[in-house]
C-alpha cells in the first residue's frame, strides 16, 4: 500500500492507483471532463490539474499514479490557476446556447463554468463553427459545435460496445468527433452515450425538446426487457413517461442500461397501443367500459364452463408480468374454477418441471459470474438477450476470462473467444455430454483448470423441444468440471 496526502488528509491506496481514485476514496471532488471510472484515462481535457509537491508543473490527476510519500493540493492557488486556465481555453469556441440547450440544467460544463469560469471573455475573435452529425434515430449529435473533445463517446464504442463506431477526426483546431461516414452508430448499447457527454454535444432524439430536467418528476424502476433486472429512473412529467435513465447499481448495471430499457417508453404513447377495453360485435371492434368487458369475459367464460366444461378453459399469462400480477391471475383463475394455467408461452419441453425445485436462475450473482475464470454459454444470442450481461463478460474476456460459445448461429460478439462452435440446436445435448467425457477437449479442460467456472443456457435451450436432454447434459458438464450451471 502507498500513502498519499490530498488537502491535509492521509489514506493508503493499492499500486497503481491514481491521483483521482485516491481522491475519491476520501471524498475530496476533482473537476474532471474526459474522467469516467468505467473508461480507460485519455487525460485530454486537463480539467483535473492539480498540484503535487515537488513536480514542476500541475500534474492531471486522472493520469498521474500514486508514489509513496506525495502531497496534492486541490485547492491551492497553483491548481486553482491551471484549472481556471483550462475552463477558459474550454469556453474559447463553445456556443453561447445555453438557454435553447437540451443539456441545459444537467450539463457538467456548465456547472464547473460557474466554479472555475471567469465572469467575462477575453477571447473576441470569431467562435469555431462545426457542421452537426447524423448518428440515427437514437442519438442527435445535431450540434457539434459544442463538443468539448473530451472522447468518452469514442472510448465507450470501443471499450464497453466492443466495436468502435465515432471516432475523432483531424487534428488540432480541426478536430471533429463523428461516426463512420454513411453509418449510424447502431450498437445495443448506444444510447448510453448520452448520459456520457458532459455537454449537449450528444443528446436523446425521442427527448429532444421535450421537457427540461427539473420539470420531471423522478421515480426508480426496474426494467421489464431483460432478466438482469435493471435498475432504472423513470422520469415523468404530465402523468407521461419522457426519459428513462439508468440508476447505478454496480452489482447489477453498473451505470449502463441498454438502448431497448432507455428507448422503449415512446411504445407506452403509440397510436396502436391499446388504451380501452375493445368487444367485438357483428364482425366488428367496439370500444366499451371496464365494467362491461368484466362482465362480458365472466358470462362468456360461464357458457364455456356448461357447454363444454370447465376443462376447456386455460390461462396463459406472460411471464414478463410482475409477481403481484400473476399472482393476482392465479387467483382469478382459481376463483373461476380454472386448473389449466401456465406462463411458460414459449417452452416446448414440460419434462423438467416436476423435477426441478425453486426457480431457473443464473445460479451465482452478476458480479461473480463476471469474476468467473472460464464460461460456457450454450444457445444464447448473447447480444440480442443481454446485451448488459455481455459488455461485462466483453470487459473480462478480454483480460482473463476464457469465454467460449456454443450456438444456433455465428454471432458476432465483438470479444475474444477461446470457442465458438456453431451446431446445429438437435446436436447440443450429445454435443455436451461429449464434452463431459471427453478429458482432451480445450473447453472442458478449460472449465476443469479454472478456479471459477460456469456453464450458462440461453433461451434456445429454454425452449428447445429437447430442453431436458440438454439441461441433464449440461448437469453433467458441470459436475465433470465443478462448474456453476445457471440460465440467463
Known amino acids: 500500500m502507498l500513502q498519499i496526502e490530498i488537502d491535509g488528509k492521509q489514506i493508503a491506496v493499492k499500486q497503481g492507483a491514481t491521483v483521482m481514485e485516491a481522491a475519491h476514496e476520501l471524498g475530496t471532488y476533482i473537476p474532471h471532463f474526459c474522467y469516467h471510472k468505467k473508461l480507460s484515462i485519455a487525460a485530454n481535457c486537463r480539467m483535473c490539474l492539480v498540484e503535487v509537491e515537488k513536480a514542476p508543473k500541475p500534474l492531471p490527476a486522472c493520469a498521474t499514479p500514486v508514489t509513496d510519500g506525495m502531497v496534492v493540493h486541490t485547492h491551492s492557488a497553483k491548481a486553482k490557476q491551471a484549472q481556471a486556465g483550462v ?194 360485435h357483428g364482425g366488428e371492434w367496439h370500444e366499451v367500459d371496464w365494467q362491461t368487458a368484466l362482465e362480458y369475459v365472466k358470462k362468456t367464460l360461464e357458457c364455456i364452463a356448461k357447454e363444454d366444461g370447465q376443462d376447456q378453459i386455460g390461462v396463459w399469462a406472460n411471464p414478463a408480468n410482475t409477481v403481484e400480477e400473476l399472482y393476482l391471475a392465479k387467483k382469478l383463475a382459481n376463483g373461476l374454477g380454472i386448473k389449466h394455467f401456465d406462463t411458460r408461452l414459449m417452452q416446448q419441453d414440460n419434462r423438467l418441471a416436476g423435477s426441478l425445485q425453486g426457480a431457473q436462475w443464473l445460479g451465482q450473482s452478476i458480479e461473480d459470474l463476471g469474476n468467473a475464470d472460464a464460461v460456457l454459454v450454450v444457445g444464447a444470442n448473447l447480444r440480442k438477450e443481454q446485451p448488459l450481461l455481455t459488455a461485462r463478460l466483453r470487459r473480462a474476456a478480454k483480460s482473463y476470462m476464457a469465454l467460449s460459445v456454443i450456438a444456433s448461429s455465428r454471432e458476432e460478439l465483438h470479444m475474444p473467444l477461446f470457442a465458438h462452435e456453431v451446431l446445429h440446436p438437435n446436436d447440443w445435448a450429445d454435443f455436451l455430454s461429449k464434452l463431459a467425457q471427453d478429458t482432451q477437449s480445450a473447453v472442458s479442460d478449460g472449465l476443469k483448470q479454472a478456479e471459477k467456472a460456469a456453464v450458462i443456457l440461453g433461451a434456445e435451450v429454454q425452449n428447445h423441444p429437447d430442453y431436458a436432454a440438454i439441461y441433464a447434459a449440461a448437469q453433467q458438464l458441470a459436475a465433470a468440471t465443478g462448474a456453476v450451471l445457471g440460465i440467463l
Open 87 to 280: 475552463m477558459e481555453f474550454l469556453l474559447i469556441n463553445h456556443p453561447l446556447d445555453c438557454p435553447i440547450c437540451d443539456q441545459g440544467g444537467e450539463c457538467q460544463l456548465q456547472d464547473l463554468a460557474v466554479g472555475y469560469g471567469n465572469s467575462a471573455s477575453r477571447y473576441t475573435e470569431e467562435k469555431r463553427s462545426v457542421a452537426g452529425k447524423d448518428m440515427g434515430p437514437l442519438v442527435s449529435a445535431a450540434e457539434m459545435s459544442r463538443c468539448i473533445h473530451c472522447t468518452r463517446c469514442v472510448r465507450f464504442t470501443e471499450e464497453i460496445a466492443g466495436m468502435q463506431e465515432i471516432a475523432m477526426a483531424n487534428r488540432g483546431e480541426f478536430s471533429e468527433i463523428m461516426p463512420f461516414i454513411g453509418k449510424a452508430v447502431e450498437t445495443e448499447l448506444s444510447g448510453n452515450v448520452i448520459d456520457l457527454c458532459p455537454v449537449g454535444a450528444l443528446t436523446s432524439k425521442p427527448f429532444r425538446y421535450d421537457a427540461r430536467s427539473w420539470e420531471l418528476s423522478r421515480r426508480k424502476s426496474i426494467s421489464a426487457h431483460d432478466a438482469l433486472g435493471s435498475n432504472l429512473i423513470v422520469q415523468t412529467k404530465d402523468h407521461t413517461v419522457r426519459r428513462v435513465l439508468p440508476l447505478e447499481n454496480e452489482a447489477i448495471n453498473e451505470c449502463w442500461i441498454a438502448d431497448r430499457d432507455r428507448f422503449a417508453y415512446e411504445g407506452l404513447y403509440h397510436e396502436s397501443r391499446l388504451k380501452t377495453p375493445k368487444i367485438k
